[in-house]
């Protein structure tokens, strides 16, 4: 082996190195943290099972209440994304999670649907900048072409929280009913929220703010990371925040993500009762059929987003999810009175969206530079967000209107084709396949 050639193969597994520590720093601690922040933000659909009975409210009313997080997801996103791109992610990270903990915690408090309005909406607010926050945190520490596996598994907190959170919320609510006179739906807002709080303070004194500060890393892999950081800024246009608000292709891949999480969403603040309508009435063998959706989904997106990193190819291995998703949504209503039937295609449904989501996160990463990524990335989340409230209440009212789930069902999935076919036709391949 030549001298040159021995030259960068230590630069190689210096790289490796550097970015396997990297990943084992980080990865873990935000990976729990996301996992608790989407527990508070569906176990509402749990909650729905008895709140609603209890408190004489109406699936409109549910579906309104459990799509208003997203109004106050919407309205904060962006400043809450560049708060944190001046502060550092270490200190505004904790403070999100601290506030939706504490909000998410009180709303066993609620007993009118205005009250439930409000703290639906506050929380939204909390948690405003968290997601968005930790894919642009991912950009100060990882290239393009190793994001999209990051992402997979930072992503793969929904599917797992789906996983563990089923069956503890369906414990908890069916353990805990009665226990000191506080009902099981506010046991549950109570128990998982704690989590919330105790990882803000981990959050707080674990992370680091950017390669340079982080002082586990040896300074020769600090200068490899940089190198790579800044030579794949060096090939995107420098953007400013306006530059982001005009730019055709944002508003363009905020859509699409809107039409991929509509679907998400809509079969996770809406699986419990589709399951209950099946037939099945225990609560604990509800919160266990609902890990089987989220299991099939957590393998197809690790699979899927490999395979978009191996080949370096994002259309097709975001297309083509995101339209098996919209099948599975219309079969599973279809044989919506059996149970075994319908988890099968919820299963796949749950799959298809999954799969489509850190594979999409490869495109608008891969679009914009500079200080405009920072509002971008916010700005493609906040709009891909208020599908949780479009979806939430459309498929209340339709329940409530027609007195069953399906026409809500195939309204999500005409959603999942129309995202499908605007990333295909739409969005080039010379951007993004990278």
């Known amino acids: 082996m030549s001298e040159s050639n021995a030259s960068i193969s230590t630069t190689k597994s210096l ?4 970015y396997a520590r990297v990943t084992w720093r980080l990865i873990p601690i935000l990976f729990f943290a996301y996992i608790v922040a989407y527990l508070d933000r569906v176990n509402v659909g749990f909650a729905k099972l008895q709140m609603l009975q209890d408190l004489n409210f109406s699936n409109t009313i549910y579906g309104l209440g459990a799509g208003l ?16 791109h001046r502060v550092g992610a270490r200190k505004w990270i904790a403070r999100i999670m601290l506030s939706w903990g504490i909000i998410s915690g009180l709303t066993m408090f609620v007993t009118t649907p205005m009250m439930f309005y409000t703290m639906r909406f506050l929380l939204g607010v909390a948690e405003a900048g968290f997601f968005p926050g930790i894919i642009l945190y991912f950009t100060y520490w990882y290239p393009a072409q190793r994001r999209a596996r990051i992402v997979a598994l930072l992503i793969a907190a929904n599917p797992i929280c789906g996983v563990l959170g089923g069956p503890i919320s ?11 006179g506080v009902a099981g739906w506010q046991w549950l807002f109570l128990l998982e929220a704690l989590p919330s709080i105790v ?9 680091d703010d950017g390669i340079r500060k982080a002082k586990w890393l040896p300074e020769e892999e600090k200068q490899i990371l940089e190198k790579n950081i800044e030579a794949e800024a060096k090939e995107k246009q420098s953007h400013s925040i306006r530059d982001a608000f005009g730019s055709g292709m944002v508003w363009l891949t905020s859509f699409v993500y809107f039409c991929l999480l509509i679907c998400m969403y809509g079969i996770t603040f809406w699986m419990p009762t589709l399951i209950k309508a099946t037939g099945v009435k225990s609560m604990i063998d509800i919160g266990l059929l609902t890990s089987i959706p989220f299991a099939a989904g957590l393998i197809a997106m690790l699979l899927i987003s490999r ?14 999810p995101a339209a ?28 298809g969206s999954l799969a489509a989501l850190p594979v999409f996160w490869s495109l608008p990463t891969a679009i914009l530079g500079g200080t405009a990524a920072a509002a971008g990335i916010a700005i493609v989340n906040s709009i891909g967000n208020l599908s949780g409230f479009l ?3 459309v498929v209340g009212w339709l329940t409530d209107l ?25 969005i080039p391949a010379k951007m993004v396949n990278k």
């Open 15 to 18: 790289e490796e190195k550097a």
């Open 69 to 84: 997080f997203f109004i106050g997801y919407f309205i904060f996103e962006v400043p809450s994304n560049i708060i944190l």
């Open 170 to 180: 369906g414990w908890i609510m069916q353990s805990f009913s009665g226990t000191y």
């Open 199 to 207: 990882i803000a303070f981990i959050v707080f004194f674990y992370l």
């Open 307 to 320: 395979s978009s990193d191996k080949h370096k190819e994002r259309r097709w291995h975001c297309t083509l």
């Open 324 to 351: 098996i998703s919209g099948i599975g949504l219309i079969l599973s209503a279809v044989y919506g009175n059996n149970t075994v039937i319908a988890m099968v295609f919820l299963s796949v449904a749950m799959a």
């Open 391 to 393: 979806g939430n209440y």
């Open 402 to 426: 027609t007195h069953n789930t399906d026409i809500g069902m195939y309204v999500l999935a005409v959603f999942a084709f129309i995202g499908a076919a605007i990333v295909l036709t739409s």
